[in-house]
């Protein structure tokens, strides 16, 4: 495959940008080789700047739901071009997402339109300790909620011991507000609230795992977490920045049953546009500035075209909840056939092929996967024009313009892979 312009554009973005790119998993550190510079994408398809194309299963790591350049996301872009980009004042767009939002995630009283999962998250975490006047967080190993200072942290010596920074420019004092535990282990979080309860302002957690690889809730943990946070006054988020409306229209908390005080949802919101949001409770929400004390603000929060982007997404789910069963059928057509030595998780359509044949219940056993043979794979699918994503500790997805007969050119190219292993 001949890669010689992506190539030559990492070298000359090296030159401007840390290490050629704007996130640090699109530098393909994680599998080795050259990133491709991707020039445009159609459906489920992208196409390099060599010429090559793929079957494009990291859908921008998420948001699109229903392909490159759905129709309906492209016309309201369009549209709303027509009327400027940023105004730095209420529009009526911003009510109509907002309204689309809480009907679809019910849970989500009230909104606030920011401008990335980061925020959304690091904004639901202040507001916590505002409305609570606690200063502790839960998170859980191998979740990962944004490059948020107090998140970017690592477990302590034990259990219920508190953070150390997990990152350069942590300080110390940020991670030691934050206990990280082991995700899916109930006897942690009953131990930690047991040990901190009193002060501890939330607990945030992925409900379906997807930044150590995608890794559902084992039975009763999600249901534990519930209910510890409200014996104990602390307020349940839940990181639906990945989860929701992918994996069912509601988010994760539809799928489990599970009602959180704050969720914080983005990705599909924004259709591939800058959007992400929190909300929550009302009694919480309106602890937020200017009507609250908690301050939080952005100046394209709430951006036209982003917003515009958003509705259409959202509408579009609202009027075809057919959507869901075309994502279902086709990650479930992707994950169908067992292969040796692989761990398939999957909730609806994200999923990940663990190269290992243990169960993948947390952080811990998703680090036993053989990251040197995943990267064979990884680099073998890339070569057969097959983009996954560029790490074993990711979530893939799939979209409703995946095709029947691309799920069958993709399983067929892996088997050849684990076939010639076998040879
Ligand atoms: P952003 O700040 O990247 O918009 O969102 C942070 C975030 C928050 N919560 C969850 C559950 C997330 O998955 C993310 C971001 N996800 C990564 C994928 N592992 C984005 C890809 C990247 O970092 O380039």
Redesign the pocket.
Known sequence: MNTVNSERLLERARKSIPGGVN????AFRGVGGSPRFIERGEGSRIFDADGNSYIDYVCS??PLLLGHRPKAVIDALAAVLATGTSFGAPTEREIDLAELIRELMPSMEMVRLVN??????MSALRLARGFTGRDLCVKFEG?????VDSLLVKAGSGVATLGLPDAAGVPQAFAATTIALPFNSIAAVEATFAAHGGRIASAIV?PVA??MGCVPPVPGFLEALRSLCTKHGALLIF?????GFRVARGGAQALFGITPDLT?I??VIGGGL?M?AYGGRRDIMEKIAPVGPVYQAGTLSGNPLAVAAGIAMLSHLREHPEVYDVLESRAAQLCARPLEGITVNRTGAMFTFFFTDQPVTDYESAKRSDTQRFARFFHHMLEGGVYLAPSQF??GFVSTAHSEADIRQTVDLAAEFFARERR
């Open positions: 996130s640090p998993v699109r790591w998420g990335s999962g980061t925020e959304a998250t979740c990962y909620h944004g490059h992925e997807g930044n990181d639906e920045v990945m989860t914080t983005g990705k800058p992400a990711e979530a």
